[in-house]
């Protein structure tokens, strides 16, 4: 199996965190003529590989994330906590303009399906504001949905016209101005849960992998995706390091320091 294979001379090299990334991951194996790949399956043969010691998925639709997925990740070794969960809008009306392949029904089930198994999972989300047709109406719709949900953080992304593409043909465009503004309004609800969900973390201990800064500087991220800030006086880059979560900074970071 290629994937396996590269993972394990990724291990040689001494690298402790690969990152899952692709187009429709959780679809991995349709292709594939042997019975019983799937994405389910790749996880655990990724995991059973010695050396690499983080995991993590990078985005994966809501449709594609099964309980057996949820289930395997909450006693998985190396598959970290953190889920990047395309959502794109609050609004019915405009998944279906979309042609997503899921409802904001599906969606909330499998966000509260994570968090009651593993409830210290971070949660992303993928937002898009202004695409063609969504009214205020809709884009209300999508502000509440996301704010009644238990996710950490969002990405926000303003729609742009892509020549060619079958959404630059439709009515009613969203004014540009409307769109930034919206932008904004998420944004600000992005920081809004992301402080909430990194004061649930504070004053207690996890791991990160440490990347070099500057000097005795170094950040890295938490298992379930806490972006960490800590001073040392050892060269600890690339190493999981046992720190304390003390503080969040004015930029939504969180001030650590290394715990035995």
């Known amino acids: 199996m290629k994937l396996v294979e590269d993972a394990k001379i990724i291990a040689s ?6 990152v899952l990334t692709g187009v429709n991951i959780g679809d991995y194996g349709k292709n594939i003529e042997q019975e019983n790949i799937d994405f389910l399956y790749l996880l655990k043969k990724l995991d059973a590989v010695d050396g690499i010691e983080r995991i993590r998925i990078s985005s994966i639709e809501p449709n594609l994330i099964t309980d057996e997925i949820i289930d395997f990740v909450s006693s998985s070794k190396s598959i970290l906590p953190h889920f990047h969960i395309p959502l794109q809008s609050g609004s019915d009306r405009i998944l279906k303009l979309m ?6 029904d599906l969606y909330r089930k499998k966000i509260e399906t994570i968090n009651n198994i593993i409830p210290h999972a971070g949660i992303g989300v993928d937002v898009i504001v202004g695409f063609p047709g969504e009214t205020e109406d809709d884009f209300k719709d999508t502000y509440n949905f996301i704010n009644s949900l238990d996710v950490s953080y969002l990405h926000v992304f303003t729609y742009s016209e ?32 992301k402080t909430d969900f990194y004061t649930r973390f504070l004053n207690t201990n996890r791991k990160i992998l440490a990347e070099k800064s500057k000097s005795n500087l170094y950040t890295g991220f938490t298992d379930n995706y806490i972006k960490v800030n800590l001073k040392s006086e050892k060269n600890i880059e690339n190493e999981i390091v046992n720190v304390h979560l003390n503080k969040i900074s004015s930029k939504i970071e969180v001030e650590a320091n290394i715990t035995l």
Not at 99 to 104: F, G, N
Not at 184 to 192: A, P
Request: a positive charge; zero cysteines; aromatic letters at 2%.
């Open 162 to 193: 892509r020549k060619d593409t079958p959404a630059a043909s439709m009515e009613n465009s969203v004014p540009m101005n409307i769109r930034r503004e919206r932008n904004e309004i998420l944004t600000h609800l992005s920081d809004n849960k």
């Open 99 to 104: 042609k997503r392949r899921y409802l904001t």
């Open 13 to 18: 090299k001494g690298i402790k965190e690969i």
